[in-house]
């Protein structure tokens, strides 16, 4: 489950996944996803151009331990997220055209 979160500060939080989509003739979109304080698993959605509102969101639900031992900017594997998380982040592109 996904809960949208207004305010997002990534200080103090551990950097999870990372992940561009560029598209002919548009900006590039960005997903991160971080590790907050007491195991929280926040996401945000951003890009570089002005035109396009940034998100965030908290994913409720995932078992930390379950994760990739080895997360960081190495592991391009998006299976451990979320389908609703992955939907929200390709609704959220769609909305920007």
């Known amino acids: 489950m996904i809960v949208k979160n207004d305010i997002f500060n990534a200080r103090g939080m551990k950097h ?5 989509d560029a598209y002919r003739g548009h900006c590039k979109y960005n997903l991160d996803i971080w590790k907050g304080r007491y195991n929280r698993i926040y996401m945000r959605f951003w890009s570089r151009s002005g035109e ?3 998100e965030s969101y908290e994913i409720i639900g995932i078992d930390i331990d379950s994760l990739p031992i080895n997360m960081g900017n190495d592991v391009k594997v998006d299976n451990w997220i ?6 929200a982040y390709d ?5 920007s055209y």
């Open 16 to 20: 999870l996944f990372g992940r561009g």
């Open 52 to 54: 396009v509102d940034w």
């Open 82 to 87: 979320p389908k609703e998380a992955r939907d």
């Open 91 to 95: 609704s959220w592109i769609a909305g």
